[in-house]
Nanobody, 118 residues
């Protein structure tokens, strides 16, 4: 079965950095677009980044609010996606989720909490 396990969240001061990871299993990882979402307190879940599958001639897509600060990547040999977050702001505080859509079903990890506060 599909499993997604996020890690790397924590408490960081404004301007700081964090690296999130999502380990995937139960499907052929390299064939699927992987996504990062987040849900802040009192907010709806929003897309942060889409990382295209291997061989797709498209670039990683980012939300405007994180462009230039966040970098999403994937390691198909390790079945892992990453989200490098730099210059973090208080408004980046959220639970961050990894996502894959397979056979029209959306799968989510348990999420990892990121808190940006001084």
């Amino acid at each position: 079965q599909v499993q997604l396990v996020e890690s790397g969240g924590g408490l960081v001061q404004p301007g700081g950095s964090l690296l999130l990871s999502c380990a995937a299993s139960g499907f052929t990882f390299s064939l699927y677009t992987m996504s990062w979402y987040r849900q802040g307190p009192g907010k709806e879940r929003e897309l942060v980044a889409d990382i295209p599958s291997f061989g797709r001639n498209t670039n990683t897509n980012y939300a405007d609010s994180v462009k230039g600060r966040f970098t999403a990547s994937r390691d198909n040999a390790r079945n892992t996606v990453y989200l490098q977050m730099n210059n973090l702001k208080p408004e980046d505080t959220a639970v961050y989720y990894c996502n894959v859509v397979r056979n029209r079903n959306a799968y989510w990890g348990q999420g990892t909490q990121v808190t940006v506060s001084s």
